[in-house]
């Protein structure tokens, strides 16, 4: 069991999708074997990612998705819970990005959701990046393809 929390940034429309996230996250980890995890999740705007890209990472630009870890533990009634941080994503940059890669915006979404999820878990991909047309070779985004891929009839959008 994990806990997830979807939110929206202030000033930002909730989109008509906004409860199939949470689920998804949920199948997500499942399929990864995250169990006991808490994650936050904040859809944003450009504007927002663009200060927080620029706050935490020193670029001044807006980026698709961000992820911020954090590891404390905690116990509640309901077991023990490890808070693995916070997924931020930019829901100016998704349609932009499905363009890029020629897919749709539910599949890019998904592909942003699975990359933040295996960044809070630790895994990275250095200077490696999906690129459209170009197979992945890095352990992280190997990994992020084949959980897209048991994924690809789930709808979010």
């Known amino acids: 069991m ?4 979807v939110a929206m940034h202030d000033g930002v429309n909730e989109p008509e999708w906004f409860n199939n996230v949470e689920p998804f996250i949920n199948k997500a980890m499942k399929i990864l074997k ?20 620029s706050a935490y990472r020193g670029i001044d630009s807006t980026t698709d998705v961000l ?3 954090n590891d404390e533990e905690y116990e509640d009634d309901e077991g023990k819970w490890k ?3 916070d997924i931020v994503i930019s829901l100016d940059t ?19 959701i699975v990359h933040g999820l295996l960044h ?38």
């Open 83 to 85: 808070c693995v941080g």
């Open 67 to 69: 992820s911020f870890e």
């Open 94 to 112: 998704l349609p932009v990005n499905a363009d890029y890669f020629e897919e749709d915006r539910n599949s890019e979404l998904k592909r942003l």
């Open 2 to 5: 994990n806990r997830i929390y």
């Open 120 to 157: 809070l878990n630790g895994m990275d991909h250095g200077e490696e990046h999906i690129e459209k047309g170009v197979e992945p070779v890095c352990e992280m985004l190997v990994l992020q393809e084949k959980v897209l891929n048991q994924l690809k009839d789930e709808k979010i959008i």
């Open 34 to 53: 995250f169990d006991g995890q808490e994650i936050s999740m904040l859809l944003c705007d450009d504007v927002y990612m663009k200060e927080l890209n």
